[in-house]
């Protein structure tokens, strides 16, 4: 007896112990290149130091070696998850600057392909929740309809993943009628198939065990962070853009900006689920009120002409030739203009000095804003936590690095 | 905005700091004021905590650089949820010793966005908690976004790579 109570007291008396661990770089849970030094005490975290940059692209250094049109396949590259939000957006901040009116039924053409593109993003974030949580079934099934989106952007634009979708000023051509059917085909498919997801995991009680509570930030901690998006109304903060500075026509829209509460897994993940049915009420109705009109804007300084024009009409030869090989001057100024993207306020700050290329363009990605929290959320959590926490704020590589 | 908030905006800052405002000026739709470089964080926080303004979202914090002015600038954009407003605010900092104090103190976003300016502008944030490169490797010597470096140059020789090309 007295032999052991001796060893006891040593045994206590040995100093505590972190591990560290290495989360990443290419680590198949953090879907992406990540990397984060945990500092662990058993499986909780005590502390983490992210790094980041691995596919850092110098888009902002490049965009200022490059013609204005041929800056949209860089915007691409960035949150892939939902690139024509990307695109549209950069096409609109030149048009700010420009000072181009585009035609409404450009806008409605557009939401209705930016409503798209945000049901693809939050659709592929929801259904990883449901992988990292343990239910692969909904990802497998919701990846079906994110194809049928991939079609409809294959027949608009002719890609499907980092899209180029559209032109300064509109579109290279209207919807065909394969395109109309093709969303009508989604429109009626697709709330079967979110319903269905929906009843596999809103109310499931271990997923719900798993995820409320999980990851949470309060509201003054993600606004002091610039959190947007879908995070920051899980905070339970009512702010997008689409709302506050409407663009593209959503002010002609009616759509509920659903919030959450306490800004956790859950609540991001209903945040989204709503968001869906919301898109799709935008959809219909832009469908529904879909003006008639030309489908681009008049401006043959960036738009090219028809092919017939170039080959009989001096003014569309010109032209041509300014926009392929980017000799196109562009008006001084300074605009920023932010479109809400799939993670939030995605903005372009473009500074011109009146040449063929940006003097200086700068890129708002959500991403890498609210990236900087993830320490804090996962201070004091478990591992597998964590992994859930970064699949639900949707960290995207691509964005977050650009 | 309208002129009656820029009024009041521009007054509130020069109840507490006198002759700050070098200009103010609308820049399409947005109400953009230059500053005093050495007073933008005290305005800013003053701008957070007062009770006219309560600019409390920080929305970017960027660097731009002008070779020809031997300058950089900040900009900072700061937006109003409740009321929608949004301000830019720009200071011009020597290009070749450009030093500020942080904005960290103020707002929590304002840390990798500061690395960012740091990283590719050499931008120093005095008083920042850790204040070293973000997106580039951590060896680099240059400030990359700087103008004077250019794209890399496609008739280099001291690269050679055989197996893809250059």
Same mark, same amino acid.
């Given at each position: 007896?007295?032999?052991?109570?001796?060893?006891?007291?040593?045994?206590? !008396?040995?100093?505590?112990?972190?591990?560290?661990?290495?989360?990443?770089?290419?680590?198949?849970?953090?879907?992406?290149?990540?990397?984060?030094?945990? $500092?662990?005490?058993?499986?909780?975290?005590?502390?983490?130091?992210?790094?980041?940059?691995?596919?850092? !692209?110098?888009? /902002?250094?490049?965009?200022?070696? !490059?013609?204005?049109?041929?800056?949209?396949?860089?915007?691409?590259?960035?949150?892939?998850?939902?690139?024509?939000?990307?695109?549209?957006?950069?096409?609109?901040?030149?048009?700010?600057?420009?000072?181009?009116?585009?035609?409404?039924?450009?806008?409605?053409?557009?939401?209705?392909?930016?409503?798209?593109?945000?049901?693809?993003? %939050?659709?592929?974030?929801?259904?990883?929740?449901?992988?990292?949580?343990?239910?692969?079934?909904?990802?497998?099934?919701?990846?079906?309809?994110?194809?049928?989106?991939?079609?409809?952007?294959?027949?608009?634009?002719?890609?499907?993943?980092?899209?180029?979708?559209?032109?300064?000023?509109?579109?290279?051509?209207?919807?065909?009628?394969?395109?109309?059917?093709?969303?009508?085909?989604?429109?009626?498919?697709?709330?079967?198939?979110?319903?269905?997801?929906?009843?596999?995991?809103?109310?499931?009680?271990?997923?719900?065990?798993?995820?409320?509570?999980?990851?949470?930030?309060?509201?003054?901690?993600?606004?002091?962070?610039?959190?947007?998006?879908? +995070?920051?109304?899980?905070?339970?903060?009512?702010?997008?853009?689409?709302?506050?500075?409407?663009?593209?026509?959503?002010?002609?829209?009616?759509?509920?900006?659903?919030?959450?509460?306490?800004?956790?897994?859950?609540?991001?993940?209903?945040?989204?689920?709503? /968001?869906?049915?919301?898109?799709? @009420?935008?959809?219909?109705?832009?469908?529904?009120?879909?003006?008639?009109?030309?489908?681009?804007?008049?401006?043959?300084?960036?738009?090219?002409?028809?092919?017939?024009?170039?080959?009989?009409?001096?003014?569309?030869?010109?032209?041509?030739?300014?926009?392929?090989?980017?000799?196109?001057?562009?008006?001084?100024?300074?605009?920023?203009?932010?479109?809400?993207?799939?993670?939030?306020?995605?903005?372009?700050?473009?500074?011109?000095?009146?040449?063929?290329?940006?003097?200086? #363009?700068?890129?708002?990605?959500?991403?890498?804003?609210?990236?900087?929290?993830?320490?804090?959320?996962?201070?004091?959590?478990?591992?597998?936590?964590?992994?859930?926490?970064?699949? @639900?704020?949707?960290?995207?590589?691509?964005?977050?690095?650009? | 905005?309208?002129?009656?908030?820029?009024?009041?905006?521009? @007054?509130?800052?020069? /109840?507490?700091?006198?002759?700050?405002?070098?200009?103010?000026?609308?820049?399409?739709?947005?109400? =953009?004021?230059?500053?005093?470089?050495?007073?933008?964080?005290?305005?800013?926080?003053?701008?957070?905590?007062?009770?006219?303004?309560?600019?409390?979202?920080? =929305?970017?914090?960027?660097?731009?650089?002008?070779?020809?002015?031997?300058?950089?600038?900040?900009?900072?954009?700061?937006?109003?949820?409740?009321?929608?407003?949004?301000?830019?605010?720009?200071?011009?900092?020597?290009?070749? +010793?450009?030093? =500020?104090? =942080?904005?960290?103190?103020?707002?929590?976003?304002?840390?990798?966005?500061?690395?960012?300016?740091?990283?590719?502008?050499?931008?120093?944030?005095?008083? %920042?908690?850790?204040? $070293?490169?973000?997106?580039?490797?951590?060896?680099?010597?240059?400030?990359?976004?700087?103008?004077?470096?250019? #794209?890399?140059?496609?008739? !280099?020789?001291?690269?050679?790579?055989?197996?893809?090309?250059?």
């Amino acid at each position: 007896m007295e032999a052991s109570a001796d060893i006891a007291p040593k045994v206590i !008396r040995e100093e505590k112990q972190y591990s560290y661990l290495n989360l990443g770089p290419t680590h198949p849970a953090t879907h992406g290149i990540f990397q984060n030094v945990l $500092k662990m005490d058993g499986e909780v975290i005590v502390d983490s130091t992210p790094t980041i940059g691995y596919i850092h !692209r110098a888009f /902002e250094k490049l965009a200022e070696h !490059r013609p204005y049109n041929q800056i949209t396949p860089i915007t691409d590259r960035m949150n892939y998850c939902s690139s024509p939000i990307n695109n549209l957006g950069w096409h609109m901040t030149v048009e700010k600057l420009l000072g181009v009116q585009i035609p409404k039924r450009v806008q409605y053409l557009r939401v209705i392909i930016m409503e798209l593109a945000r049901i693809t993003d %939050h659709l592929v974030c929801n259904a990883v929740i449901g992988v990292d949580t343990g239910a692969l079934t909904g990802f497998v099934y919701l990846f079906q309809q994110r194809e049928l989106v991939y079609e409809i952007y294959e027949e608009i634009c002719g890609a499907r993943l980092t899209t180029n979708i559209g032109r300064i000023g509109g579109f290279e051509r209207d919807f065909s009628p394969k395109a109309w059917e093709k969303i009508n085909k989604f429109l009626n498919e697709f709330p079967v198939v979110l319903k269905e997801f929906e009843n596999l995991l809103k109310r499931n009680r271990i997923f719900m065990d798993r995820t409320i509570g999980c990851g949470g930030i309060s509201a003054e901690r993600a606004l002091n962070y610039s959190f947007s998006g879908v +995070n920051l109304r899980a905070a339970g903060i009512d702010y997008d853009v689409r709302a506050m500075n409407p663009y593209s026509s959503y002010e002609d829209f009616d759509f509920i900006i659903p919030i959450g509460t306490n800004g956790d897994v859950y609540d991001r993940f209903m945040v989204r689920q709503e /968001e869906m049915w919301q898109s799709l @009420s935008i959809i219909k109705q832009a469908i529904a009120k879909l003006p008639e009109g030309p489908y681009h804007a008049d401006v043959p300084e960036f738009y090219l002409p028809p092919k017939e024009d170039v080959y009989h009409n001096m003014e569309a030869l010109i032209y041509h030739f300014k926009i392929v090989m980017g000799e196109t001057d562009v008006p001084k100024g300074e605009v920023y203009h932010c479109v809400e993207g799939g993670n939030g306020e995605l903005g372009f700050y473009l500074i011109s000095d009146g040449g063929r290329q940006p003097f200086r #363009l700068h890129l708002r990605r959500p991403c890498f804003i609210f990236y900087q929290a993830y320490p804090e959320i996962i201070k004091g959590s478990m591992l597998s936590d964590a992994i859930l926490t970064m699949s @639900s704020m949707n960290v995207i590589a691509g964005e977050l690095d650009a | 905005m309208e002129a009656a908030a820029q009024e009041k905006l521009v @007054s509130v800052i020069n /109840e507490k700091f006198e002759d700050a405002i070098i200009e103010a000026r609308m820049d399409k739709d947005f109400f =953009t004021l230059i500053i005093k470089k050495e007073k933008i964080v005290d305005i800013i926080a003053h701008l957070y905590h007062h009770t006219a303004t309560q600019f409390q979202y920080l =929305t970017t914090l960027f660097a731009v650089h002008y070779p020809d002015q031997s300058q950089i600038a900040m900009v900072y954009q700061l937006h109003n949820l409740r009321t929608n407003q949004r301000i830019r605010l720009k200071i011009f900092l020597p290009a070749d +010793n450009p030093t =500020t104090p =942080t904005l960290t103190t103020v707002f929590s976003a304002a840390n990798w966005m500061e690395r960012e300016a740091y990283d590719f502008f050499g931008v120093i944030f005095q008083g %920042h908690p850790n204040l $070293k490169r973000i997106l580039n490797v951590e060896d680099m010597l240059i400030f990359p976004m700087r103008k004077e470096y250019p #794209l890399e140059d496609q008739t !280099r020789e001291d690269k050679n790579d055989l197996m893809f090309g250059r």
